[in-house]
T-cell receptor
C-alpha cells in the first residue's frame, strides 16, 4: 500500500532563513509526487508536482522540490522564507498503480511558523 | 469566480440529522473526490468518481453516501450525522494528474 510520511509536525523558521520540509513515501512503482499548501481557512493549493524527468522541480512562490528515488524522498525547499509562507504543507503520492494521479495518499502535514 | 465551489462553507447540525454537502466545478474535469480533514490526520478519501456513472468508495466511506448529478456536480451526504463526523470536508477535481481543491466545508455535529 502507498503511504506518505512527513516526520515534522511543526517547524519554526525565521523570516529570510532557508526552509526544508521532509517527505518520505512508499510506493510500488514510479510515483507521482505533489506538494500542497493550506493557508488558514483555505483549501489546498498545488505548489508543485513531479511526474517524470528532471528530479528537481520548480513550483510557485519560489518553492522547489527534489525527487530522490534511492531515499524515497521528495523534500520541499525554499531559499528564503517570507512571513506569508506560514501555513500547513502536505505531501502526496499517487501513480500508475492507482490510475495515475487518480488516487492520492496524503501525509499528515507540516505546520510552518515564520518568526519575524 | 472560483473553479471549485463548495456549499455550505460552514454548517452546524445535530446528531441524527441528514445533511448534504455540495460541490460544483467549472474546470471541465471528469474526476471528482470528497475528503475529510482532521487535525493530525491529514486528508482521507471518502468517495471518488471518475465520471457520472462511476462511483467508488475511499478509505473511510462508512456513514457517507454520494451522488454525481452531472459531470460538474458531486454531492456528499451524511444520512444520520454523528459527532465524530465533525471535520473539515474538501471536494477536489482532476483530469488524472494534480487534484484541485475547493475551499472546504466546516461541519460540526452536536
Amino acid at each position: 500500500a502507498q503511504s506518505v510520511t512527513q516526520p515534522d509536525i511543526h517547524i519554526t523558521v525565521s523570516e529570510g532563513a532557508s526552509l526544508e520540509l521532509r517527505c518520505n513515501y512508499s510506493y510500488g512503482a514510479t510515483p507521482y509526487l505533489f506538494w500542497y499548501v493550506q493557508s488558514p481557512g483555505q483549501g489546498l493549493q498545488l505548489l508543485l508536482k513531479y511526474f517524470s524527468g528532471d528530479t528537481l522541480v520548480q513550483g510557485i512562490k519560489g518553492f522547489e522540490a527534489e525527487f530522490k528515488r534511492s531515499q524515497s524522498s521528495f523534500n520541499l525547499r525554499k531559499p528564503s522564507v517570507h512571513w506569508s509562507d506560514a501555513a500547513e504543507y502536505f505531501c502526496a503520492v499517487g501513480g500508475i498503480l492507482t490510475g495515475g494521479g487518480n488516487k492520492l495518499t496524503f501525509g499528515t502535514g507540516t505546520q510552518l511558523k515564520v518568526e519575524l | 469566480d472560483a473553479d471549485v465551489t463548495q456549499t455550505p462553507r460552514n454548517r452546524i447540525t445535530k446528531t441524527g440529522k441528514r445533511i448534504m454537502l455540495e460541490c460544483s466545478q467549472t474546470k471541465g474535469h471528469d474526476r471528482m473526490y470528497w475528503y475529510r480533514q482532521d487535525p493530525g490526520l491529514g486528508l482521507r478519501l471518502i468517495y471518488y468518481s471518475f465520471d457520472v456513472k462511476d462511483i467508488n468508495k475511499g478509505e473511510i466511506s462508512d456513514g457517507y453516501s454520494v451522488s454525481r448529478q452531472a459531470q460538474a456536480k458531486f454531492s456528499l451526504s451524511l444520512e444520520s450525522a454523528i459527532p465524530n463526523q465533525t471535520a473539515l470536508y474538501f471536494c477536489a477535481t482532476s483530469r488524472g494528474g494534480p487534484q484541485y481543491f475547493g475551499p472546504g466545508t466546516r461541519l460540526t455535529v452536536l
